[in-house]
Each structure stands twice: as C-alpha cells, then as structure tokens.
Nanobody, 123 residues
Framework: QVQLVESGGGLVQAGGSLRLSCAAS????????MVWFRQAPGKEREFVAG???????YYADSVKGRFTISRANAKNTVYLQMNSLKPEDTAVYYC?????????????????WGQGTQVTVSS
C-alpha cells in the first residue's frame, strides 16, 4: 500500500508562486507515474500535470508555461512548482500515483491518492 501526503498549499496573490510537495511511502516510487489533479468547487476533478517513471512531463493547456512538475526519487517526492498563479487556479490539489510508469489523464486510472491541499489565489 502506498500513502501520499501533500503539503505546500496556501493563500497567495495573483501573480505569485507556490510549490506543492507530495511525499510517498513505499520502495517502488521510482516505477510510478505521478500526477497532480485539482478540483474547484462545483467542478470535476481535472488533470494538471504528470511525470512518468523516466521523467517525461505532461501538462494541461491551462498551466503550460506556468507550472513545472518534477520528482526526486531518492526522496520519494514529487513537486509542483506553480508560478504566475491566477484566481482560476484556486482549487484543492491532489497528488496521485499509479504503477506502470505511464501518465494517463483520467482520475480513475490512478490507484493511490493523497488527501489534497488547498490552493487559493486572490485577485
């Protein structure tokens, strides 16, 4: 069983930055695809960014050029650096992982989820 714990959320003004972290338990972290989803009130959970086992990264169009996903396998941690934040980025951000190494864009493809961390961007 893999446990994921997110941290780093908070309140920031538009144009600011935050870095989210997701710490994973387990010895096979390096073989997992890791992703970030987000869910705003009244909206469906949506894909934000993902990184494969070999380090290939993928982004939603809405965050390309502003967000960067990375992983530190030695620390069992995945990060999401968020720059130039906008009010529409306000949501609960969830870290998720799946074995197999490839990034998928649907939430149901992921076996393990964190509890979520709130990101609020004020205008």
């Amino acid at each position: 069983q893999v446990q994921l714990v997110e941290s780093g959320g908070g309140l920031v003004q538009a144009g600011g930055s935050l870095r989210l972290s997701c710490a994973a338990s387990g010895r096979t972290f390096s073989s997992y695809a890791m992703v970030w989803f987000r869910q705003a009130p009244g909206k469906e959970r949506e894909f934000v960014a993902g990184i494969s086992w070999c380090g290939s990264s993928y982004y939603a169009d809405s965050v390309k050029g502003r967000f960067t996903i990375s992983r530190a396998n030695a620390k069992n941690t995945v990060y999401l650096q968020m720059n130039s934040l906008k009010p529409e980025d306000t949501a609960v951000y969830y870290c998720a992982g799946r074995m197999g190494g490839s990034v998928y864009y649907n939430a149901y493809d992921y076996d393990y989820w964190g509890q979520g961390t709130q990101v609020t961007v004020s205008s």
